[in-house]
């Protein structure tokens, strides 16, 4: 048994004021961005690695990407899906929202090559920690304030673009020409207007992305040292409210 559910019991028995449930733990939450092929995927599935003693759960920016209408599929070479306003932060905030107060929630998956969501939805349960990654998902400050560390993965333009050919060619349908295209028309034009601009809000830039190992590591450490407090400080709430019953 841990010390939260003991706190509870005790609390129940002794059917003070504050007795009915305790406060959800809330879930440490990491924002990860960078631009495209920066390596944010790569970073947070090596941090999810060196995490093995806790819950972790990486949620994807690119899962709540809006669906373009009908129309707007007919001219997709037009599209900006490095807009912010090509994502439904409305559904990432409201499932964050529910992850946050304990309850599960189903999030879309993305279909790159249809430019779709995929019929089979992800069911998500809370956990400790939830790593949210995406190009722009340091944008908007509300999706910032549920963060409670900011990372930017910083890579070279070039490698980016040479990883985006081999990457969208190879797992996303599209050819040379499409990649080319796409990136000089909306791609690059976007990262310098909406995604460079977020690195001022990162607590921590990482150069050379997952190649980085010594900041891979630090972060780690910094995520279980605030875990650890994080418990602490759960308990040290809980202990406040056992003296204000016994002043009552
Ligand atoms: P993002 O999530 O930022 O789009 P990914 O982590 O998915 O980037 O990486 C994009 C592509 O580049 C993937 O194919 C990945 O395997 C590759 N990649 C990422 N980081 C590195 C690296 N440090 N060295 C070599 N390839 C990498
Ligand atoms: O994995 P990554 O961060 O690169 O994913 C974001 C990129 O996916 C964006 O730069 C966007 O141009 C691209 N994208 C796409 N087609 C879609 C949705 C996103 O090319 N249907």
Redesign the pocket.
């Known amino acids: 048994m841990d010390s939260l559910t003991e706190l509870d019991s005790f609390l129940k028995s002794n059917g003070g004021p504050h007795s009915s449930t305790l406060p959800h733990k809330q879930p440490f939450v990491i924002g990860v961005a ?12 090596m941090i999810i690695s060196q995490l093995h003693d806790q819950r972790v759960v990486l949620v994807n920016q690119d899962s709540f990407y809006h669906p373009p209408s009908v129309e707007k599929l007919k001219k997709i070479h037009e599209y900006n899906f490095d807009h912010p306003n090509a994502f439904d932060t409305e559904l990432l905030l409201s499932c964050m929202e529910k992850l946050k107060n304990g309850e599960a929630v189903s999030i879309p998956n993305y279909d790159f090559k249809g430019h779709k969501r995929s019929e089979q939805a992800r069911q998500i349960n809370p956990s400790d920690v939830f790593i949210l ?1 995406g ?1 722009v998902i340091l944008h908007d400050p509300r999706v910032r304030g549920l963060m409670n560390l900011k990372i930017f ?1 910083d ?1 070279d333009s070039d490698v ?1 673009l040479s ?2 050919i ?2 969208d060619t190879v ?1 996303r349908g599209r050819n040379i020409e499409n990649v080319l295209d796409q990136y000089a028309r909306s791609v690059k034009p976007s990262f310098e207007e909406f995604i460079l601009p977020t690195k001022k809000y990162a607590d921590i830039i990482i150069p ?4 980085n190992d010594v900041a891979i590591d630090l972060i780690v450490q910094h995520i279980c040292t605030k875990l650890g407090q994080h418990d602490l400080c759960k308990i040290y709430s809980n202990v406040f409210v056992i003296f204000s019953t016994f002043q009552i």
């Open positions: 960078g631009g495209t092929a920066s390596g944010k995927t790569t970073v947070c599935n990654e190009i993965v890579s980016r990883r985006r081999q990457r797992e050379r992305g997952a190649d």
